[in-house]
Nanobody
Framework: QVQLVESGGGLVQAGGSLRLSCAASGRTFSSLAMGWFRQAPGKEREFVAAIGWSRRSTYYADSVKGRFTISRDNAKNTVYLQMNSLKPEDTAVYYC???????????????????WGQGTQVTVSS
């Protein structure tokens, strides 16, 4: 069982930055693929970014590519989402997700993730 707790959300002006953190319980963090998703009011939850075992295994949605960076610190059981050049359309609840994997790859499909955090609100004002 894995428990995920997100933090770091808040209110920021357009063009600003935020860093989200997701702390995972347990000693199996290095076996997990991690992802970030977001859900705006009235919209479906959408993929934002994912990372595999290796820091080199990352993948981004086109809408955030070049602005967001996903990273992980296995010693701290934590995955991060650095968000720069934020836009009002980035406003959403951001969720961290985890999935056990048996080889290094990214997981993009939200239905493949078994564990989810409670979400953290990000609001970008214009």
């Amino acid at each position: 069982q894995v428990q995920l707790v997100e933090s770091g959300g808040g209110l920021v002006q357009a063009g600003g930055s935020l860093r989200l953190s997701c702390a995972a319980s347990g000693r199996t963090f290095s076996s997990l693929a991690m992802g970030w998703f977001r859900q705006a009011p009235g919209k479906e939850r959408e993929f934002v970014a994912a990372i595999g075992w290796s820091r080199r295994s990352t993948y981004y949605a086109d809408s955030v590519k070049g602005r967001f960076t996903i990273s992980r610190d296995n010693a701290k059981n934590t995955v991060y989402l650095q968000m720069n050049s934020l836009k009002p359309e980035d406003t959403a609840v951001y969720y961290c997700a985890a999935d056990f994997i048996f080889y290094d790859h990214v997981v993009v499909n939200r239905d493949e993730y078994d564990y989810w955090g409670q979400g953290t609100q990000v609001t970008v004002s214009s």
